[in-house]
């Protein structure tokens, strides 16, 4: 008795919290995608919002999804039908002695099994939880296509911006060549500085063709997902977002861990158990079976009409044994939910902290680094023209602000690559980029 009521709490509770889960994460796991907006299929300038309207209305991973919500719909409807009446006939008496069948009996009958206890409402039950957790599977597909569209495009704008600034360290350089070898005919350099400057200027060129071939490779990924034209796809990245706003959302997550990826998978998990719970209960109740037919007795001429009715004498439960096991499995889950809740917290708490150091880095670059760079080197530029301090001094200057246009450049992704991973774990479509705002 003890253990029974111990059952009956614990499921309770489990359910009251997955039906809360549901309830909260009813807004989240949706994918922006526009489907009624159009692109002009010759553009090659791409927003983030232009990539994902051309991904919805070329990916086939979104038509798909579409035909298993049909495919779990038309269990439903399967779920609800009756079972068809069976219709049987006996002849008897055909063979033997019996000249000109005389002796012929021949009987007609209809049966029909009734399902009076409930086990035609818990299929369509079970078929109303597949439908939902069929819907929940495609909430996350197609939010893992968003999820993959934000990843490629930030890719390719890395590098974009990785071959335009390959581009200005070689022009930098070249100008740093020219400059020395002016110098040398004037007799103000050495023959050694103009070897070290062509040899930062070749390593600036092979900078660039890398950059190209990463330009391409991020361009054939981003298009494969619409089955566009690579050819010269870039993508529009003209003003930074402001991450600051991103932070402030991130402060409300850690009261929003139920609707989590894990834990929503573990409620609809619950919710596919419980309905095949309810239908273990029903099919083991027994079923009723009417029957009706006509009798026809050729030797006397005597007609007469047949009624039955049969049942299983329900005296063992034959499922008994799935009932306890799918109990058993409610619990696990419970037990489950419990871990991944504080996995979750832990997961978002760690991901929010390692967000905030990457903007602290991103605004130091920003604010003091790069603009400390750029004078230290313009001002060793003029120091140097004027034949007061090394080549090696600019050269050292000229590295360092190329250096720290690259480093610029690559903690913007990943500080996006951090935001995606975040999206991923709270279900919420962070609107970051001016691009989308547009």
Known sequence: MKASLYLTCVLLLLFRSVGTCSTMSATRWEAPFDTVSTVPAKDTLLTLRRALVLTASGNPVLPALAAQREAAQSRLRQAGLWPNPELESEIEEIGGDAPGLRELEMTVSLTQELELFGQRRARERAAHTNIAATDLNARFSAFDLYLDVKRRFHVLAHAQMKLRLAELSVTLHQ????????????????????????????????????????????????????????????????????????????????????????????????????????????????????????????????????????????????????????DAQLRSLEYERRRASHEVAASIRAGRARLRQLIQQHDILDADLLPTAEAAYEMLRRTYDAGRVAYASLLEASRSLVDLRFEHNDILLIIHEQIVELENITGIALQLDQSEEN
Request: hydrophobic fraction near 45%.
């Open 175 to 326: 100008d740093i060549t020219d400059d020395i070898d002016f110098r040398i005919s004037e007799g103000a350099a050495l023959p050694s500085e103009l070897l070290l400057a062509r040899l930062e200027l070749q390593r600036a060129e092979m900078a660039i063709y890398e950059a190209r071939q990463e330009l391409e490779s991020a361009r054939l990924s981003l298009v494969s997902l619409w089955g566009g034209d690579p050819t010269g796809i870039t993508v529009d990245y003209s003003a930074e977002p402001d991450f600051s706003q991103v932070l402030d959302r991130l402060a409300e997550f850690d009261q929003l861990v139920d609707s989590s990826r894990l834990i929503v998978e573990i409620g609809r998990d619950v919710e596919l158990v419980r309905a095949e719970r309810r239908l273990a209960v029903a099919e083991a109740k027994p079923g009723i079976t009417l029957s009706g037919g006509y009798r026809r007795l050729r030797a006397d001429g005597f007609d007469s009409f047949l009624f039955g009715v049969s049942m299983p004498l329900p005296l063992f439960n034959r499922n008994q044994g799935t009932s306890a096991a799918l």
